[in-house]
């Protein structure tokens, strides 16, 4: 016996107007940044593409992503805004001071535990922007993530590292 069928809800007047909040303040934040100065103008420009953007995509997000813990999202961007940092001297670092046939580049196969397509998303641009690691290929199956490194002489404990500094939280803060 199946259950029966219930309609979705109609989205409120809120929701019609922004229907994704969040991406409407960081468009306009974006657009005053890349103005590089702040004026009335600019915010109304940035307001009004912060609005119509989303607004004109709606229907291209079928799902909105599901975020459990907005303050855990917050942690997570500012933990990678340090390890870019970080990662950016010993990339430097490596170029002025070692010898390209010392470094130990290979390619890891990160097994997933996420299964939420964002998350998977959220993880392989973690590691991209992260200088020193590209995120290459998702396996067909979803299970694992192709990954170059510049320079890891311990692939596991390369692997554990990526899994335990960016896939666990990132599995604390989506569904």
């Known amino acids: ?15 019609r107007w922004l229907p994704h ?18 004026s009335v103008g600019g ?31 917050l942690a997570y961007v500012l933990l990678v805004i340090y390890d870019i940092i970080i990662a950016n001297l010993q990339v430097a670092w490596i170029i002025l001071f070692r010898q390209p046939n010392s470094l130990d580049t290979c390619w890891l196969c990160v097994p997933l535990d996420l299964s939420n397509p964002e998350a998977i998303t959220v993880f392989a641009g973690t590691i991209t922007m992260t200088p020193g690691t590209v995120s290459c290929d998702l396996s067909a199956d979803g299970r ?7 320079d890891a002489p311990d692939r596991a404990a390369a692997v554990r590292d990526i899994k335990a500094r960016y896939e666990s939280r990132l599995k604390e803060i989506f569904p």
Request: glycine fraction near 4%; aromatic fraction near 8%; charge should be positive.
């Open 43 to 73: 915010l109304l420009v940035g307001l009004l593409l912060g609005l119509s953007i989303p607004h004109l995509t709606a229907r291209f997000w079928p799902d909105r992503p599901h975020i459990r813990n907005y303050g855990k999202a």
């Open 21 to 38: 909040p969040l991406l409407t303040v960081t468009l306009t934040v974006i657009w005053l940044l890349l103005a590089n100065r702040f």
């Open 1 to 15: 016996m199946t259950a029966p069928h219930t309609p979705p809800e109609a989205p409120s007047l809120l929701q």
């Open 144 to 150: 694992a993530l192709l990954v170059h490194c510049l």
